[in-house]
């Protein structure tokens, strides 16, 4: 006998003993696998994506306050007034150019030039948590009587709470992602107890724990279920591409700096979760199976 | 092919070093190996219990001790075996085996007893996937020796079976008497306290059956209790022996 054959007669110990190779086949788990890391990359995309858009408004028109001063008011105190004002960042009145800009659409072109009394129009960004609104409101109308605080605060909030409940259906989908996986992995394990059975019992019977022959699947099953992770993954990576283009107006271009921390850790960690969900899966399978044996 | 294969004694001193104790055939070391007190078995069909396989069985088997297991096919032998190989649990009296009660030690206590505990099927039960090596190497393996004493002792015991030149071979490549070696030897390798047999002659012929009756007597001689069930009357006539005889899964006879 050659000295090869020889040595590869004499392998090492993690050999293939229950013959898992035939019994776990390589393809359609890893595909499925795949399948579910995709969807779950998309998911966590979607989460993600939805908070930074939330954090956008936040910092953007939820943290802006606008004030009409009629045209009959003191718009210069009532601008010295919110400046002065707590839980304001800065204040400044809007020129005659840009209200006209702002009314273009109602009374056309030159419309703001026409004899008509407009209010002057003050855009405030609000500092920390903002003034108390109501107070604001009094103090200006005593300045002014007849000016109006608007703030956006409200709108953004009804769309945070609108994206928040886009993440929560995320997040759902993420776990019934994961679950279908799961569930995968476990039939995958249970055809392989079936077809491998004759085998188990023999090693049962020379003395194999039940977590020897449950590492022995759960070896398989992590191989199978990394690869199939990362395909997922590899796959979902051009759609992601895609998809933050087309949100680059709303969120600014992505960095590092920018990008959400669950997008930035989920996704390199799929295929270990992919990996971790596969172990998991086949241990508490295969031991369950092997109560059945004395 | 075995015959000249089997010296007296093991070729080297390191396997008859491992465990096993050079007692007389009959234990005169005086420890039961085997003890059953009212033992009965039934196998289930389905959610109900099944007519008994095994009933009121009392007996004892000291250590080193050597025992035929006699009677007709479907006396109840093969329960036997498999009740003392641990793969069923009595469900009615009192075994014990390696000094573990049967009916009462954890699941999780069973396999570092099964694990001294070799047994020869009829049917050999090995691994198809397997070579000859690696189906002899799987006790080892399963107990965790380290890897260098593992090719030590498989290649040690393929050599005393007479197989040194098909290590490699899988068993459908293998005769039915070489892939009884192989199960014997993988029976052996991990040095039990206890060896059981099933029909272990029933797949060989007169010449081959001869041999492993050697076989099994040089391992009783080095210490092992050996319990070997068989119906081949002219086998026990050649190698006359106490014997528990079985019928209708009841033990009507202890000689």
């Not at chain 1, 696998?33 to 939805?50: D, P």
């Not at chain 1, 979902?236 to 850790?265: I, K, N, S, W, Y």
Request: glycine share 10%.
């Amino acid at each position: 006998m050659s000295e090869r054959r020889r040595r590869r007669s004499l392998r090492p110990a993690h050999f293939d003993d229950l013959g898992l190779r035939r019994a776990l086949g390589d393809r359609m788990l890893p595909l499925l696998v795949a399948a579910m890391a995709f969807l779950a990359a998309l998911a966590l995309a979607g989460s993600a994506g939805t908070s930074a858009l939330v954090r956008h408004w936040q910092e953007g028109a939820g943290s802006a306050l606008t004030v009409q001063v009629p045209a009959s008011g003191d718009a210069p105190a009532v601008l010295a007034a919110l400046q002065s004002a707590p839980g304001i960042a800065s204040a400044r009145q809007l020129t005659r150019a840009e209200l006209a800009a702002l009314l273009r659409p109602w009374l056309g072109a030159g419309g703001g030039d026409a004899a008509l009394p407009l209010p002057a129009v003050i855009a405030a960004h609000l500092a920390g948590g903002g003034p108390d609104l109501a107070a604001l409101q009094a103090r200006l109308a005593a300045l002014a009587p007849g000016t109006l605080v608007e703030s956006h605060g409200m709108w953004v909030q009804r769309l945070a709470l609108l994206a928040r409940s886009l993440q929560a259906c995320a997040w759902l989908v993420l776990s019934v992602v994961g679950s279908v996986a799961a569930a995968v992995v476990a039939v995958a394990t249970r055809a392989g107890l079936a077809a491998r059975r004759e085998a188990i019992e023999i090693v049962h019977g020379l003395g194999a724990t039940d977590g020897y022959i449950a590492a022995r699947f759960a070896r398989r099953t992590t191989r199978m279920a990394a690869l199939g992770g990362l395909l997922g993954l590899l796959a979902a990576l051009p759609v992601l591409t895609a998809l933050a283009r087309l949100a680059l107006p709303f969120t600014g271009p992505p960095t590092a700096a920018t990008l959400p921390a669950e997008l930035l850790l989920g996704l390199p960690a799929l295929p270990f979760a992919a990996a971790a969900l596969g172990y998991a899966t086949a241990q508490a399978t295969v031991r369950r199976w092997l109560k059945r044996l004395p | 092919m075995l015959a000249t294969a089997l010296p007296a004694a093991p070729p080297t001193l390191r396997f008859a070093r491992g465990g096993w104790q050079n007692v007389t055939a009959d234990g005169a070391q005086g420890r039961r190996m085997v003890r059953a007190e009212g033992v009965g078995l039934h196998y289930r069909e389905g959610r109900r219990p099944g007519p008994e396989a095994l009933r009121d069985l009392s007996f004892h088997v000291p250590e080193g001790g050597f025992r035929w297991l006699r009677g007709p096919s479907g006396a109840g032998k093969t329960s036997l075996l498999r009740l003392l190989h641990l793969a069923v649990r009595p469900t009615r009296g009192r075994l014990s085996v390696l000094d573990a009660d049967i009916g009462t030690a954890s699941r999780a206590a069973l396999p570092a007893l099964r694990q001294r505990i070799g047994m020869v099927f009829q049917d050999f039960r090995l691994l198809p996937h397997l070579t000859a090596y690696e189906n002899v190497a799987l006790p080892l393996r399963i107990a965790g020796r380290p890897e260098g004493q593992i090719r030590a002792d498989v290649t040690e015991m393929l050599r005393w079976v007479g197989l040194s030149r098909r290590i490699e071979a899988r068993p459908a490549q293998l005769s039915g008497g070489e892939q009884q070696r192989v199960a014997i030897a993988r029976a052996v390798v991990g040095r039990p306290s206890l060896l059981l047999a099933d029909e272990p002659t029933g797949n060989l012929d007169d010449a081959q059956a001869e041999r492993l009756m050697r076989l099994l007597k040089e391992m009783n001689r080095l210490g092992a209790t050996v319990i070997v069930a068989t119906h081949n009357e002219a086998l026990v006539a050649r190698h006359p022996g106490p014997a528990l005889r079985l019928q209708a899964g009841r033990l009507v006879d202890d000689v």
